[in-house]
């Protein structure tokens, strides 16, 4: 399965926004100006130099994935040039990382635009050290927790697996938020002394008020660089924010960028879906997060995988269903469907007649749908669904309706 999704969706920021939003909260950051043409590189470009009184400069394809380097999306400009060129040579790419879809095999994603930044290792880059830090929620623990090692500028994953010591945590209480002592820790486990210790704990704690201010459910500041001075600075930043939470922060859903998100999910949420795509074979409608939950897993009982989370809500009338319909049939490896409803609030015939008219309305469904519909007036909702004359089956029990899924898929 592409990724473990509940009803918690997130929103990413690019590199330049996620920056954008560490500096509000007084976060030190490496400096740069986005472009999204090589004549708005050059200008940006000019700018950074002048600042830094060097004419080095770093490029960073700006899209949503991690390893931009790696697939040749960052670059060094040592001159206007070089700027030039690389600049020239990264808009418009398709750029293949490890976390584009489908990886280094998959086609990549597109590159619209670069971010010019500062080379933040001058002028001393020997005496730099690159460091990381994150922040997330354990959910197990039920609190957020800062991850942190001496090892920056690598994968996390290949630290923590072939040297586990070298990876910290510090475990931070949601209601008393982070301590001085606990940024003092860090700080002291990163083997800093000196101005660094005291940039750190400073870096540390602006971070963590980011990171509860923003709603967010991720920060990964890989590297976090020590530089020659004992500055603290977020040369690279991952950020994700809570989707539930942005209706707290219009400025930050205006950084939304569709076009780096999935295009049938953008689709869904127009339609005030709640719609996460997976990697199966069943599509799945259903109302109400736990039942999404309890559907997925008894199609995986049944044999299949889930095609997607899609959760119609308390309104799942004709015009709703039908755009459910819709948006899991756009995945043609769907081989049936799955529509699991509660009907607490929702009247069970209601649904059930919106699924006829659905059915009819579109007119070219070719796969089994099967639905299991269980509360207000289910009876009167499984004769409309046997009385309709259509390839739709009904359940009632639970075990029925993946013994249905089971058949469907032969």
Excluded: W
């Amino acid at each position: 399965m592409r990724r473990f999704t509940n009803y918690f969706k997130t929103m990413n920021l690019h590199e330049y926004q996620g920056k954008e939003l560490l500096k509000s909260y007084g976060v030190a950051i490496q400096d740069g100006i986005v472009a999204h043409s090589v004549e708005e590189a050059v200008d940006a470009y000019k700018k950074i130099t002048e600042k830094t009184g060097s004419p080095f400069a770093i490029i960073k394809a700006q899209i949503h994935a991690g390893g931009r380097g790696k697939g040749g999306g960052v670059k060094f400009a040592k001159n206007l040039d070089s700027l030039k060129e690389q600049a020239g040579n990264i808009l418009g790419m398709m750029l293949k990382t490890p976390q584009t879809p489908g990886g280094l095999d998959g086609p990549g994603k597109l590159v619209s635009k670069v971010l010019i930044a500062e080379d933040a290792y001058l002028p001393n880059p020997d005496a730099c050290k690159e460091l990381y830090i994150s922040i997330l929620t354990d959910r197990e623990k039920r609190c957020n927790v800062i991850i942190y090692s001496t090892e920056g500028g690598m994968d996390i994953e290949t630290v923590a697996e072939e040297t586990p010591e070298l990876v910290h945590k510090e475990y931070v209480d949601p209601t008393l938020g982070l301590q001085a002592f606990q940024a003092r820790k860090i700080a002291f486990n990163l083997g800093l002394s000196g101005t660094a210790f005291k940039e750190m704990t400073r870096f540390v704690t602006s971070l963590y008020k980011a990171f509860v201010g923003a709603d967010a459910t991720l920060f990964e500041i890989n590297p976090c660089l020590r530089d020659g001075n004992g500055r603290i600075i977020a040369v690279d930043c991952k950020v994700s924010l809570d989707d539930n939470a942005l209706y707290r922060h219009a400025d930050l859903e205006a950084m939304r960028d569709t076009d780096e998100e999935d295009p049938i999910e953008v689709e869904a949420k127009e339609f005030g879906l709640n719609y996460v795509n997976l990697d199966g074979n069943v599509g799945c409608m259903v109302n109400g997060a736990g039942l999404a939950m309890a559907t997925m897993d008894i199609i995986k009982l049944s044999g299949g995988e889930p095609a997607n989370f899609l959760d119609v809500g308390g309104t799942a009338d004709a015009a709703r269903v039908e755009q459910a319909f819709h948006i899991i049939l756009k995945e043609p490896r769907v081989k049936a469907i799955l529509i699991n409803i509660f009907g607490g609030i929702v009247r069970c015939d209601r649904v059930a007649q919106g699924v006829v008219d659905a059915y009819k309305n579109m007119g070219n469904i070719t796969v089994p749908i099967i639905v299991r519909l269980q509360g207000t007036n289910a009876d009167l909702a499984k004769e409309i669904i046997d009385q309709s004359g259509l390839a739709v089956h009904s359940a009632i029990l639970l075990k029925d309706a993946a013994a249905l899924v089971k058949k469907a898929l032969g």
